[in-house]
């Protein structure tokens, strides 16, 4: 479960290019080989998330090491060595929403700590830029979204049942701005009728704040020929998506 992200592909590699620059500089970035979401901070700065462990690491563009960390564990309610599985991450202003896959882990087993959807706040007033937990973490979505009309033909309830990769499961794999502060979740599984699922979370700043439950817009079935969506963060502001298959070889397509 990786992300497709420009820049980051198991040591977490980045390309970048100088001004006037004839070629490009390839920089690799370290201390992590499950790079599964990523923001930028500013122009040169940058959080990526592992889906193996529950540190945050800021990176500057261009040194391999990264320069700040966040242990995610206390605020999680996790063990350090649990992951939530972090799968996702959408900047709206100077908030970073970010989410789990809640998904259970490769055998079937049903584990509370990768049910989680939380924020971070930016602040860009320090150099070089921090991050901070808000909030509380909120840990009801599949339920919000199993006990939703809407979504019965879905079975939501017995898909967050199955191993993840196992067609029908529910397995979320990444998170936009969908604007007017909404947020766009995009799955990985289910597919159906070989569509991929995208849901509107209407009030994400309610759940971070503790006032009720998720809500959703209507669902949104994309048909990518039997593919998965991913989403991609290239900056603050920007989004685009692109999508693989549901099994273990992926022939990803780049769509925005």
Known sequence: MRLMFVGFLCAVSAISTKALAAEAEIVTYKEMCDASAAV??????????????????????????????????????????????????????????????????????????????????????????SLKPIG??????????????????????????????????????????????????GFRNPLPENKALVVTLENPTDLIEGKGEAKFGNPIELDLKGAELHFEVSGQGERSGSSGKATSTRSFIAAT
């Open 40 to 129: 930028a901070l500013d122009k040169d700065h940058f959080v990526v998330a592992d889906d193996e462990m529950n540190t945050l690491r800021i990176y500057k563009r261009g040194q391999p090491s990264s320069i700040k960390q966040v242990d995610l564990s206390k605020f999680l309610d996790t063990k350090p060595d649990k992951e939530s599985d972090l799968e996702g991450a959408a900047r709206i202003g100077d908030t970073i929403y970010w989410i789990s896959s809640h998904g259970t882990n490769k055998d079937g087993k049903v584990q509370d700590r990768r049910r989680r959807f939380f924020a971070t706040t930016v602040d860009t007033t320090s150099s070089p830029p």
């Open 136 to 185: 509380a973490a909120y840990s009801k979505l599949v339920e919000n979204l199993s006990s939703d009309p809407r979504f019965a033909k879905y079975k939501l309830a017995e898909a967050a049942t199955k191993p993840p990769k196992t067609n029908g499961a529910f397995n979320i794999e990444g998170l936009a701005d969908g604007g007017n502060n909404k947020l766009l979740i």
